[in-house]
């Protein structure tokens, strides 16, 4: 059986450990269980194919904003492809959410202009804690995770 995460956080390829740490974070010090970094999506299927398990699997899609962020066009692709299903699935508004660490962080003036328009949680700000709470609300996440057993079993009565 699949699991339905709380979040799910999509991080530059050499980026794993800072998304591990923000995930331990999120995990340990919010009880925001469970969530999964994009590097951790199971083997053996296509990459798109795990970006679409991993957005659609999950109540909220963190994007990492690090210097790595920009040193491919990968990372552009999964953030615009999270803001296009934000945008197509009314359930899924407001579920992007882009996150400066404290470690390499990606400088706001270059942050991609589809992402500017999102408030960024920014680690070393005052305000992280209430803010981290006040987006993840459990009420949310179970809302979220109805309409995802409803989608799979519909998909699952069109295989039969």
Known sequence: ESVFYKFVILHAENDVDEAIRIQNLLQNEFCIKPGIIFAEMPCGKHILENLSDAVNGSAWTIILLTE?????????????????????????????IPVRPLNNPLPREKTPFALQAINALEEDSPAFAKQVERIFQESAYRQQREIWRRERMKEKLEHL
């Open 68 to 96: 790595s962020f920009l040193n491919g066009p990968w990372c552009e692709f999964q953030s615009y492809t999270c803001l296009a299903n934000a945008l197509n699935k009314e359930h899924k508004y407001n579920t992007v």
